[in-house]
Every structure is written in structure tokens, then in C-alpha cells.
């Protein structure tokens, strides 16, 4: 970090945005690091993935590794197939009592 040292904080709390933009105060990696992911195409897409997963939501994550040229995979949690079936059985309405049962779809009847 650089210029850091003129923002204001006090105790843990992160300087303002303003005090950011105002002292123009940067950060990076230092010489070694830098060459490191420089050289490292993949490396860097896995730092920018950490960075979105860590602070942006996941709505937007996608749109942001485009715009700024990262290659991200986009993951989704693995959803239980029986969650549905689970949350249905367990389930008991209040006012009657009457319990919902999971069926799968069953073709229609047909003479």
C-alpha cells in the first residue's frame, strides 16, 4: 500500500472512500509476487475468482470477470436432489394439520 498513512482510521475501522480516491492511495504485489502471477495466466483468473466469490455478489460476478478479461468458472453448490422431497415430508400446515407429501409426476391415466 501506498499513501496509506494519510487516511484516518481508528481501530479497526477502513478508511473512507473519499480519503481513498482524495490521497490517491494504491496497492499491489510486490517484484516477486508481481512476476509470479504475470507468468501465470491461471493463477491470476484464481485470485480474480477468490476476489468476486469474497466480494460481490454472485448475481454479478460473471459480468465483472468478462468486462476485466478473466476466465472464472462459474460454481454452483450442488443441490440435493432429495432436499425438495425432505423439506415437502417434514412440512405440516398450521392451520389444518394436513401433511404434504412429495409425489413424483406420474404420466396421465389414459383408457
Known sequence: MQKAEFCSTSGSRQPPK???IEYNVVGGFDAVNFALVTKKRKLID???QQILEAHFPTSIQEDIADEMGFDIRTSFRQRDPKFRQAVLRAYTL???GLRLQYAPRQRPYSP
Do not use: F, I, N, T
Request: charged share 20%; with cysteine; aromatic share 0%.
Open 18 to 20: 473519499r480519503e481513498l
Open 94 to 96: 398450521s392451520m389444518c
Open 46 to 48: 484464481m485470485l480474480a
